[in-house]
């Protein structure tokens, strides 16, 4: 079983203030099994605190990384389809007449 420690520690470990500590246990930030009521005090599992924000700051990262990849993918298909539509316009344009004939052995 971890070590569990007061609010105060928690606190100073995480650089905030009781009030704060306190606040995470009512918006349930700090998940039930990471601590124990204990009167009208609380003691919290560290060690177990630590992994569930890192865990849980790991599963934000890819999830932001993930949304940026899929707005690089669309930007890059966009300017794909750019590209293309401007080739294909510039295609159009530039047609060649076949019944213009060349001589190729005039001298120019």
Same mark, same amino acid.
């Given at each position: 079983?971890?070590?569990?420690?007061?609010?105060?520690?928690?606190?100073?470990?995480?650089?905030?203030?009781?009030?704060?500590?306190?606040?995470?246990?009512?918006?349930?930030?700090?998940?039930?099994?990471?601590?124990? =009521?204990? *009167?009208?005090?609380?003691?919290?599992?560290? @060690?177990?605190? /630590? #992994?569930?924000?890192?865990?849980?700051?790991? +599963?934000?990262?890819?999830?932001?990384?993930?949304? =940026?990849? *899929?707005?690089?993918?669309?930007?890059?298909? @966009?300017?794909? /389809? #750019?590209?293309?539509?401007?080739?294909?316009? +510039?295609?159009?344009?530039?047609?060649?007449?076949?019944?213009?004939?060349?001589?190729?052995?005039?001298?120019?």
């Amino acid at each position: 079983m971890n070590k569990h420690v007061p609010a105060e520690a928690i606190a100073e470990h995480f650089g905030v203030s009781v009030i704060t500590v306190r606040s995470w246990v009512q918006r349930d930030t700090i998940p039930p099994d990471l601590y124990l =009521k204990v *009167g009208r005090r609380y003691v919290f599992d560290l @060690e177990g605190l /630590e #992994e569930h924000w890192a865990n849980k700051t790991k +599963a934000a990262y890819e999830r932001r990384m993930a949304r =940026k990849k *899929g707005h690089a993918k669309q930007a890059v298909e @966009e300017v794909v /389809e #750019e590209v293309v539509d401007e080739a294909e316009e +510039a295609v159009e344009e530039t047609t060649v007449d076949s019944n213009v004939d060349f001589n190729l052995d005039e001298d120019f």
